[in-house]
Structure formats: structure tokens, C-alpha cells
């Protein structure tokens, strides 16, 4: 390595001569002093590692004050070493100087270990997004017309009747050579709707300004960032708007039914006084109804739980329950306080608390349960709510819908759904392929499947190890797919990490006939689909907006199940 480095390295020696403007170029100087540099490093080196002490006494002075450390850890630099720690314990006691973590500055003369760029851990999660079809659209609303029953069809109520096709040679009352024509039979019914879903407006914009963008010069492309953000904002605005959205207003729930009663041996009694009022709102992802009429109870201190049953309403997604307790005999909604959010279920237990005095109290008005220009999501299509709102016709909503299941999301409740879509009263044949739901019924669902029993009390399933086995077992089941006991198709499981506890959908993505001429059960139709906008710059800030132009369609909602008022528990306590 040395012998190829040295020619390079004394071409230099060209500019050192007495106007020298060029380096060496002569092969046989270059070749006599590459080999006299060589010889002379090699015996530099073994001078030092056989006579270090000598090779120190030769350092120029000046090295030696400025970089004493470098003689610290030998021996004969002990003495500068002791002289060095001496001097600084005597200027640290004279004049406060010494450097340390947190002096002379408290954040210490110290690098920051900044990892760039910024990182980004929140999910972006939108499976519905993402399964449904988007097809293209035109105009401001998308039509079609559907038939939805015929004659014999068993659907459509006496549209879809069965109906006696044998006729007689002869209709009542003709002969041969009576009135014309003979024997035409009789027409068959049919029923069909117009369906007429008006486009939405959809938008978000994200900014940053000048001094933002110029500032994460080396750390971030600020710009860049901003744009994504957009994008994955605009993506989960959308899954939410599939989910919830609705274009009228939910109704506030009918007073709730009270219960008191013994606690059981797993509950604890209650620690009101006088008597307990309680009311329940309706809530969706966006926003929350005004509170129902009160109910009240005599609440006995010390003595009983309250068992409290929710009168479910269309569009609603879970519910809020607020309670005070009062000696007079009535008490206002206003007069309530927040004591449980979020309930999916048909019944809670309120139990060993204590009565709130201080709180939330339900809103005076609708908080955003709806918007004029929303379309009608997932649950609006499938619970009916869609047609109180007007904009599905009569009829165009789910096949089989429940929504005060009142037990957890168990095979018995999913078998009578699937049972029910099937020939259920008015069923469209329907065989869904998906189960959404949420991540704590979907577990329940499991836990119901493998611990499922034979009618002696024995466990369903037996689990045979080898002796290999033993020491690598991976415990625990999950179902991924349940089988519809009446068409023997699986069902695949979503979870939905946007679905609130107490709900699930039974979904068909397709229909099982070939002439219906619908492609696919949901759409979502899109006169304009997302279109980013870079804003022209107008002061000191850079503008993105993204847009699109379209609707969530449904164009037979009766080939899907809705499954609500899903508990946590079967038995009380029921929160």
C-alpha cells in the first residue's frame, strides 16, 4: 500500500524548488524519491515503537502545550498530568469556570440527536374505502330505476304473492264461439321504485407558511408532509362518512326503562340517595341528539342497582346516559350529569357509584348528528334511516334488521340473521360474505365458538400435542370465517377499528344472480374523484386543498343485515 501511495505523494515536490509552478513529472526523480520516502517513513516508524521517549523529546513545543492530553497516559507525562489537574482545581475555586453538563449553559454545550424527518405512527385505516367500487358519475344526482319485486318473486308483500298459473280451456263465462280473444291468462304483478341519490361536495385543505417550509430546510420537506397529511385525511374523512354520515337529523330516543333491583354476588349496590332520574341521548360519530324524557326510580342506598334498558332509534350508533338523584318527585334533563358514554348495548346496570353533581350535561340541541350535505352512509342505508330522511324510497333498506339484540355478538344472534336474510318474512335469498364489527364483539364471537359445548357440558373441540409439541405451543384461537348454516358459504370477519362497540353489519358486496344487472351491491359514484389543488401564492403562505364530487350508493340494501344493541355482557351486570 505504502510503495503505491508514495509516487503520488512526492509529485508535490515540484512546486518546493526555487520557482517551482508544477509537479514532478519525471518518471526516474518521482521513482528515487517515492523509494527514499518509503525507507524513510518505515525507519520513522520503528524508531517510534522502539524508542517512544525519544521520539517525544523531538515534538515541536508547541504541540506538546496545546495537546498535553495526548501525553497523559504515559508514564513520563504523569507529572504534566497532576500539574494540569492541579491548575483547574484552582481555577474552578477562583474563578468559576469550569465546563461542565449544565454550566456555562443549563441545555450543556452538547449536540442534539434529532432524527430526521418527522415520524408519522397514527394508523390510516380504511377498509371500506378501500373494498367498495368507485365508478364514474355524472350530473347532480345519480338515478336508476329498480325493480323490486314480481309476481311469485315472495317479496314486495302481495306484489311478490305466490301465484296459481293452471288455467281452464275456457275463461269463465266465454265459449268457442264467444268473445275474443279466448283464454288470455292473467297478467302477473311487478313493483318498481325510481331511485334519485343527489351528489355531495366534499373537501379539506392543509397550509403551511413560508417561514414553516424555509425553516425545515434539512430536517423535512414541510411541503411535502403537508400534502401527504391531506391525502390520508381526506381518505379517513371518507371511511368515516361511508360509516355514519346522514343527511337528517337523528331523533332523540323515547325515556328509558329503569329497573331496580338486588345486587347480585358480582355487582355492588348503588350509592345514591331519594330517588334516581336518569335520560339518553342518541349519538353518532359526529354528534349527539338532545336527551330524552326522564325516567325515575326509587333508588335505595346501599341496597340496589339500576338496571337501565335503551329504547333504540334509527341512525343512532350508541348511546349517552346521564342520571342525578333528587328528593323532589321530577327532575329535568338539564338537571342530569354524564355518567356513561358510548354504550352499545340495550341494557346497563348502574351500580356502585356514586351519583354525579357535577358534570356534562346533554346538549340543548343536535351537536352535529347530522349535515345537509352529507349522503346517507352505511348504517342510514341499512337501518331505515335513509328512507325517514327521504332519500331512499319505501322499502330500501336492510333485509333483516335488529337493533335491541340485547346478548353479546354470539353464533345463536349471527345464526338467526343469516337464517333470517335467507327466508326470513319478505327475504331477498340474501347470503352475505362479510361480518363488520367491532374488536372486543368480534373477540366475544370467538371465545363463543371455541368455547361452544356438546349437549353433555364437554368442550366442542379436543387438542391432541405430539411430545415434539410440547415445548413450542401457540395457545389461543381466533375465528377468521363462520359458516352460514343455511347456504353453507363462509362469512369473513372484519374488524373496523371505527365501529363503536353494540354494532355490526351483515354485508353482501354482490348479488347470487346472474340477470340483476347490479354489478355491485355498494358503489361509490364519483362525478369527480379526489382532485389536489396547489393554490396559487398570494401572500406569505403556500395553500393545498383537496375535493371530490359524488355519493355512497346502495342499490340493494335488502341483501344486507344490521345487528345492534350488542352486549358486553349477557348477564348483569350488563355495563
Known sequence: ???????????????????????????GQIFTRAMQAEKSLRASVKRSWKDPAG?????????????????????????????????????????????????PLLSGLVPYDLLAPSRLIYP????????IPRTPGQGTSHRTKVLTSIQGSGVGGSVGAATRLSIGEFPSGQSLNGNWPLNLPAAGNQYGVDVNIPYVFFGRTEALSWLAQFAGQGFEDVSALANLLLLQEFMLGEEWQILASTSGSVTAP???????????????AGSGSADLFVCVTAATPFGETVASAVASINWISGASVVDVTIAPVTGAYFYNIYVTSSSASTAAASSCFLLAASVGGKKYTIQGVTVPTAGTHP????TGTYSSTDYEGLLSCLDGHGVVDGVYPAGFQGGYINKSVGTHLSLTALNVALQQLWDGPGAYRADPSELI?????????????????????????????????????????????????????????????????????????????????????????????????????IDASFRYSMFSYGTFMCYAPQYCGLLQGLQVADTPPYS
Not at 323515547?254 to 355492588?268: M, V
Request: aromatic residues 8%; negative net charge.
Open 124 to 131: 390510516v385505516y380504511s377498509p371500506l374505502r378501500n373494498k
Open 254 to 268: 323515547a325515556a328509558p326503562t329503569l329497573t331496580a333491583r338486588a345486587p347480585g354476588s358480582n355487582e355492588s
Open 437 to 537: 364489527c367491532e374488536g372486543g364483539d368480534a373477540m366475544r364471537l370467538s371465545t363463543d365458538v371455541v368455547q361452544s359445548a356438546s349437549a353433555g357440558g364437554a368442550g366442542g373441540y379436543r387438542i391432541m400435542l405430539q411430545q415434539a409439541d410440547v415445548s413450542g405451543i401457540l395457545a389461543g384461537a381466533v375465528v377468521s370465517q363462520v359458516l352460514n348454516p343455511v347456504t353453507r358459504n363462509p362469512v369473513n370477519i372484519l374488524v373496523h377499528p371505527f365501529l363503536p362497540q353494540g354494532t355490526a353489519f351483515l354485508n353482501s358486496y354482490t348479488l347470487p344472480l346472474s340477470w340483476t344487472n347490479v354489478a355491485n351491491v355498494f358503489e361509490n359514484v364519483m362525478v369527480q374523484d379526489y382532485l389536489s389543488v396547489s393554490w396559487p401564492v
Open 55 to 103: 521520539v517525544r523529546k523531538s515534538f515541536n513545543p508547541a504541540f506538546t502545550s496545546q495537546f498535553g492530553m495526548f501525553l497523559q497516559q504515559d508514564p513520563a507525562g504523569q507529572g504534566m498530568s497532576s500539574f494540569v489537574n492541579e491548575l483547574q482545581a484552582v481555577l474552578s475555586a477562583e474563578l468559576g469556570k469550569n465546563i461542565q453538563l449544565t454550566s
Open 1 to 27: 500500500m505504502l510503495s503505491a501511495k508514495m509516487p503520488s505523494l512526492v509529485k508535490g515536490a515540484g512546486f518546493a524548488t526555487p520557482g517551482g509552478v508544477h509537479p514532478l513529472d519525471d518518471d
Open 363 to 366: 346538549p340543548t340541541a343536535d
